[in-house]
């Protein structure tokens, strides 16, 4: 079984950065060879693609509303994909929930392609 548990959520202030982290772990899993992805839902919202990576992190790609502040990266040795969000703003507010699928489905941005989620981490930015 794939589990995928996000961290490093919290309450900070516009201007402010948090770091996410995702660590996965399953025994069939190989996380180096999966397209990984974060994603966040504010309150009354779908859920919406944040940024993605892919297995090797040599492609990277994200939302425009988060280009310039927010910067996806890996650690295959870790098991981990971190979330760096800088320049926080209030519009930022929203949970945050990494997620992973194979690589099969290039640079696409459909949300019904990833395969395993975790359970979320809130981030709520005060103005």
């Known amino acids: 079984q794939v589990q995928l548990v996000e961290s490093g959520g919290g309450l900070v202030q516009a201007g402010d950065s948090l770091r996410l982290s995702c660590a996965v772990s399953g025994h069939t899993f190989l996380f180096s060879s999966y397209t990984m992805g974060w994603f966040r839902q504010a309150p009354g919202k779908e859920r919406e693609f944040v940024a993605a990576i892919n297995y090797n992190g040599n492609i990277k790609y994200d939302v425009d509303s988060v280009n310039g502040r927010f910067t996806i990266s890996r650690d295959n040795a870790k098991n981990t994909v971190y979330l760096q969000m800088n320049s926080l703003k209030p519009e930022d507010t929203a949970v945050y929930y990494c997620?992973?699928?194979?690589?099969?489905?290039?640079?696409?941005?459909?949300?019904?392609?990833?395969?395993?989620w975790g359970q979320g981490t809130q981030v709520t930015v005060s103005s």
């Open positions: 997620a992973a699928r194979t690589p099969r489905y290039g640079t696409s941005l459909n949300i019904g392609t990833y395969e395993h």
